[in-house]
């Protein structure tokens, strides 16, 4: 089966690279499945996650945004941010929710930027996400 | 004897130029290998997003994409990003990119403005009389992205009013401890990347090509600035280790030296003595 080249970058690091069957990313105008020999596409990313499969592994990423570019046997994904669903801390995730909740609730307080208040709320309920999924799956393995 | 004297002098003088050297060089190894960390680190990042752009460039048909991107044919300006360390002692490092922006500069001979990042640049392109149009000093050793903005800034906000035509940007390039490489890359515009026609198919832009642009022409020149900043850290800090080394091992092959010529005039003067004294005797009897 053809497979198609996947890499995952993010400021600090290469985080994947890979020969990959599909990828599967949050795409800013909703969710987008890549398989090999797709037509050139240029999209923003919105937080979510991103799953790349591969026989049958599948490895699962928290993206908080970012770029995609596809090409027909390849594909980048600048990422502002990407974490696998294993370092995920929940705990922190669940912390980072909270404050941010905390800071909508009181949505015309001073000094807070709603947007990005609201951004970071997206950006924290996506690493709950990722990681509880992994969590679920894990004992089946 | 005078002489003696002042031999030891000057090896206890070069002794306690070793023991600077030292502790320079043990300073910069440490700077040196989060550096270096740092540098590598960034360039998938960096390497990917000029991959990227320069693909849309190469199948954008006709029309520019972005402000940013688009070439100009009559070259009025150039802007260069000089990037130096603030401090010397780093063996040819500050020479080599010196020279070659300097060099640079009469080959374009072209009206050229000059964003001097660090101080050692700054001191020389204001000695050999250029125009300075911005100047940063002081980053520190692991400056974090933020802090770099104001410079991506002036490029990404005088290059679509046309108030420069090609931006360039130098720095000493990273290779292994031993060896750093002064280079001078374009930034803007951005090359088409060479794709064959077969593959020449206009991408798809979600939400579309324009608020794409806007949010990767920025990244990317941010990032570029960011990382080649990185990399002459790394640079430096690599090459003030080597120079240190070796100056710490030349202070040390001269102290050698030196002991070998004190000991050498010691034993002529203590020979001496005894033939005074044995002449002395000599002569009483």
Not at chain 2, 93 to 119: C, Q, S, Y
Not at chain 2, 257 to 262: G, P, Q, S
Request: charged residues 30%; neutral net charge; glycine residues 6%.
């Amino acid at each position: 089966m053809a497979t198609i080249k996947l890499d995952i970058v993010t400021a600090e690091r290469l985080v994947y690279s890979d020969e990959v069957d599909i990828v599967i990313a949050p795409g800013i105008d909703g969710e987008l499945g890549i398989l090999p020999r797709h037509t050139p596409l240029m999209t923003m990313l919105q937080p979510g996650e991103l799953i790349a499969r591969k026989g049958n592994e599948e490895y699962s990423l928290a993206i908080s945004g970012g770029f995609l570019e596809v090409r027909p046997d390849r594909v980048i994904v600048l990422a502002d941010s990407a974490e696998r669903a294993e370092e995920i801390d929940i705990a922190r995730a669940e912390e980072a929710k909270k404050r941010a909740e905390k800071l909508m609730s009181e949505k015309y307080a001073p000094g807070v930027d709603a947007g990005s208040v609201e951004a970071a709320l997206r950006r924290s309920m996506v690493r709950i996400k990722v990681a509880e999924r992994r969590k679920k799956k894990a004992p089946r393995i | 004897m005078a002489n003696i004297r002042l031999i030891k002098r000057r090896i206890k003088g070069v002794k306690s130029i070793a023991k600077i050297t030292k502790a320079m060089e043990m300073i910069a190894a440490s700077k040196m290998r989060k550096a270096q960390e740092r540098g590598l680190a960034g360039r998938p990042y960096s390497e990917k997003i000029t991959q990227v752009i320069s693909n849309l460039m190469a199948v954008s048909s006709g029309q520019p994409l972005h402000p940013c991107l688009t070439a100009r044919d009559d070259i009025k300006k150039i802007t260069i990003i000089h990037i130096t360390p603030d401090r010397g002692l780093a063996g040819g490092l500050v020479g080599n990119i010196n020279r070659m922006t300097a060099r640079f500069i009469l080959e374009k001979n072209v009206n050229t403005g000059i964003i001097a990042v660090g101080r050692k640049g700054l001191d020389f392109l204001r000695r050999t009389g250029r125009k300075i149009e911005a100047e940063f000093t002081g980053l520190g050793d692991y400056p974090d992205l933020l802090s770099t903005l104001p410079i991506s800034h002036i490029v990404l906000d005088e290059y679509p009013k046309g108030e420069t035509d090609e931006v360039y940007i130098a720095y000493t390039k990273f290779i292994n401890t031993m060896a750093q490489e002064a280079v001078i890359e374009k930034l803007l515009p951005v090359e088409p990347a060479e794709i064959p026609a077969a593959e020449n198919v206009e991408y798809i832009y979600e939400p579309d090509s324009s608020a794409v642009l806007d949010g990767l022409i920025p990244r990317f020149v941010e990032m570029q600035v960011y990382h080649a900043i990185l990399e002459s850290i790394a640079s430096e800090q690599s090459a003030r280790m080597v120079a240190m080394r070796n100056a710490t091992q030349n202070a040390k092959d001269l102290v050698d030296d030196l002991t070998l010529v004190y000991n050498k005039a010691r034993q002529e003067m203590i020979t001496n003595e005894l033939l005074d004294i044995t002449g002395g005797t000599a002569a009483l009897e």
